[in-house]
């Protein structure tokens, strides 16, 4: 008797230990629901301001323009900024302001676009054969080339700006987009990350395809690049992340304002034009918001990948 | 033993050469030989290239404004990376209990595809003195008890804090990094969790294992590779945050977020490049020993 009750003492408590468990996976999931939209917000934020009219836009932002007119005693008058989610009148005219009526906005966006463009594709062209060669091959300084690279990787731009300037001033590329472009080309991040996906293929797969009689280029080109594609597609995913958002390099290597890319440019659009700074910030989000969306599996792998284990 | 490649060697060059030679020419030209010629730099006097020994080490560490960089680089590093990697792995292991976390991972790392550039607006407009966090907080103090208002230094009618010209801006740059950084650490976390086989925590939870007891004894033992990996990235995307510190507030910020990248973009402006060379060359020292620390200490 006394056993089968402490038995369903226990059975009990094992449903109460359930049902407690239950409440607190549902609290926390509304938690983290609250804090990952908090995280979205400023984003929702710039949607919303880009297509705010101007009129109401200013009388919104005014605590925020008026700012520096305030002394410290006023300030305390005045009331914080308020926000209209939804705007009373929606409109696309910021849109069409920058698309059509701002010649620098198209300059500077190319530039940008230039510059992504020939960052990544660089990056494939150089990385990848060297990333299968440090993965594949085995020669007597792989071990040494391969710390090198880490190390290299892992150096942050204070450590390389005065190398890369001597150089690009040396072959007189300052203040070129060359500038830029040859620098991020010949990182070894994207080595590193390409050479974990070719490092996971079966050596056996390799094997066979040399003994079918697959010459070292064939068992690259048609072995390779197909199943490595993956991690391939991880580089280029950060990469864009990384060269759409660049800051250091440009300011320090592009004096000529006209070569600027969006990163630089935004900024100066200053908050007295904030449906423009609005609007130029969603377009300038799209292109990486809809790259991250398109490779969001393949930028966790990379995240994953980027995990140094030599 | 692994064999060579193609078990037979093939005549002349071998394959691996004509892999590397472009990235290795490249890093060569553009990285390595550059930077021998920072380190000899890093030695001699910027007008007639004499060497001096280690004076421009000297005048670099005895430099107010390097002191004050390094000194706000490693502060902000101490107190990102443990708010970082605690909260990551908090809400890692939380949402690694939720049936479909896919759509939180999401949004967590998306601020990671938000280029700096364009939050700057609605930083200014967060941290203004007429700003959102200022709102937040009048009307947070408007419902506390009076006795409360007044311990939290809230008495003084509406709070008007320049966060961006106080030394509070510091805080504000740790909220921008974490804000950028938490997703991909989430999702590292997450995939050393997921790593962690079901039978174990299986077992531990028949042997009558609560919830709390599996997390310290069998989970976080597991994740130790994890720890160091996340350690090594959110270290060195600390350096970026300069982005953020730049584009809020210039060349010339509030003297607690004066960053290394601000030293090094002035310097680069004056053309000073001796000291630039001697504090690039300090740098790459204690990265390099860090580096070689953290991989002697590394499980495994």
Same mark, same amino acid.
């Given at each position: 008797m006394a056993a089968v009750r402490r038995e369903r003492k226990a059975l009990m408590k094992k449903k109460v230990m359930k049902g407690k468990r239950k409440i607190s996976v549902v609290l926390s999931g509304f938690f983290l629901t609250v804090l990952a939209l908090l995280f979205c917000s400023p984003v929702l934020l710039l949607l919303s301001g880009s297509v705010t009219g101007p009129y109401e836009l200013r009388q919104m932002l005014r605590p925020v323009l008026?700012?520096?007119r305030y002394t410290a005693a006023e300030v305390r008058e005045r009331d914080t900024i308020l926000w209209e989610p939804v705007p009373?009148?929606?409109?696309?005219?910021?849109?069409?302001?920058?698309?059509?009526?701002?010649?620098?906005?198209?300059?500077?966006?190319?530039?940008?676009?230039?510059?992504?463009?020939?960052?990544?594709?660089?990056?494939?062209?150089?990385?990848v054969p060297a990333a299968w060669a440090l993965a594949v091959c085995r020669f007597r300084l792989r071990k040494i080339l391969f710390t090198l690279y880490v190390i290299l990787m892992l150096m942050p731009f204070q450590v390389t700006m005065l190398s890369q300037y001597l150089v690009l001033n040396g072959l007189s590329l300052m203040n070129t987009h060359w500038a830029v472009v040859f620098p991020a080309v010949f990182s070894t991040f994207p080595v590193f990350l390409i050479y974990r996906g070719f490092a996971s293929l079966p050596e056996e797969l390799l094997e066979a395809?040399?003994?079918?009689?697959?010459?070292?280029?064939?068992?690259?080109?048609?072995?390779?690049?197909?199943?490595?594609?993956?991690?391939?597609?991880?580089?280029?995913?950060?990469?864009?992340?990384?060269?759409?958002?660049?800051?250091?390099?440009?300011?320090?290597?592009?004096?000529?304002?006209?070569?600027?890319?969006?990163?630089?440019?935004?900024?100066?659009?200053?908050?007295?034009?904030?449906?423009?700074?609005?609007?130029?910030?969603?377009?300038?989000l799209i292109p990486s918001g809809l790259v991250f969306w398109l490779g969001q599996d393949y930028l966790e792998q990379g995240i994953i990948s980027s995990a140094i284990k030599g | 033993m692994r064999k060579k490649a193609g078990g037979k060697k093939p005549a002349g060059v071998p394959a691996w050469v004509w892999f590397m030679a472009p990235s290795i020419l490249g890093t060569a030209c553009f990285i390595l030989l550059p930077f021998g010629d920072v380190i000899r730099r890093s030695f001699c006097s910027v007008l007639g290239g004499q060497f001096t020994g280690l004076s421009n080490f000297r005048t670099v560490t005895g430099n107010q404004a390097f002191r004050l960089a390094v000194k706000n680089t490693v502060c902000f590093t101490a107190v990102c990376l443990p708010i970082l990697i605690?909260?990551?792995?908090?809400?890692?292991?939380?949402?690694?209990?939720?049936?479909?976390?896919?759509?939180?991972?999401?949004?967590?790392?998306?601020?990671?595809?938000?280029?700096?550039?364009?939050?700057?607006?609605?930083?200014?407009?967060?941290?203004?003195?007429?700003?959102?966090?200022?709102?937040?907080?009048?009307? &947070?103090? %408007?419902? *506390?008890?009076?006795?409360?208002?007044?311990? /939290?230094?809230? $008495?003084?009618?509406?709070? @008007?804090? #320049? !966060?961006?010209?106080?030394?509070?801006s510091f805080w504000v740059l740790v909220f921008s990094y974490v804000w950028k950084n938490l997703g991909y650490t989430i999702v590292l976390w997450m995939a050393g969790i997921m790593g962690i086989?079901?039978?174990?925590?299986?077992?531990?939870?028949?042997?009558?294992?609560?919830?709390?007891?599996?997390?310290?004894?069998?989970?976080?033992?597991? &994740?130790? %590779?994890? *720890?160091?990996?996340?350690?090594?990235?959110? /270290?060195?995307? $600390?350096?970026?945050?300069? @982005?953020? #510190? !730049?584009?809020?507030?210039?060349?010339?910020?509030?003297?607690?977020?004066?960053?290394?990248?601000?030293?090094?973009?002035?310097?680069?402006?004056?053309?000073?490049?001796?000291?630039?060379?001697?504090?690039a060359v300090l740098l790459a020292a204690v990265l390099l020993v860090l580096i070689m620390a953290v991989q002697k200490v590394r499980p495994e």
């Open positions: 008026e700012d520096e009373r009148y929606p409109t696309g005219e910021h849109y069409q302001k920058l698309l059509f009526f701002t010649p620098q906005f198209f300059t500077v966006f190319w530039n940008s676009v230039k510059l992504t463009g020939l960052i990544i594709g660089g990056q494939m062209l150089i990385a395809a040399r003994v079918d009689g697959a010459g070292e280029l064939g068992v690259f080109w048609h072995i390779g690049l197909p199943l490595g594609m993956p991690g391939i597609l991880s580089a280029v995913v950060l990469g864009f992340l990384e060269s759409w958002n660049l800051i250091e390099q440009p300011l320090a290597f592009l004096e000529n304002r006209q070569l600027w890319p969006l990163s630089l440019y935004l900024p100066e659009i200053g908050p007295d034009q904030a449906g423009a700074a609005f609007a130029a910030s969603v377009i300038t | 605690g909260s990551g792995l908090l809400i890692a292991v939380k949402l690694s209990r939720l049936k479909h976390p896919r759509l939180m991972k999401t949004l967590f790392l998306f601020p990671m595809a938000v280029p700096a550039a364009t939050v700057v607006l609605i930083w200014h407009m967060t941290f203004g003195r007429l700003g959102f966090l200022n709102g937040l907080l009048d009307s &947070l103090a %408007g419902r *506390l008890p009076g006795a409360v208002q007044a311990a /939290l230094g809230f $008495s003084g009618g509406p709070v @008007r804090i #320049a !966060y961006m010209d106080t030394e509070l086989p079901a039978a174990i925590t299986e077992a531990a939870r028949i042997d009558g294992a609560g919830e709390r007891q599996i997390f310290w004894h069998v989970v976080l033992p597991n &994740l130790k %590779g994890s *720890l160091y990996t996340i350690t090594v990235l959110s /270290l060195l995307n $600390s350096f970026k945050v300069f @982005r953020e #510190a !730049y584009l809020v507030s210039g060349a010339y910020p509030q003297e607690n977020i004066y960053l290394m990248q601000h030293l090094f973009n002035n310097w680069f402006v004056n053309m000073e490049l001796d000291k630039m060379a001697a504090a």
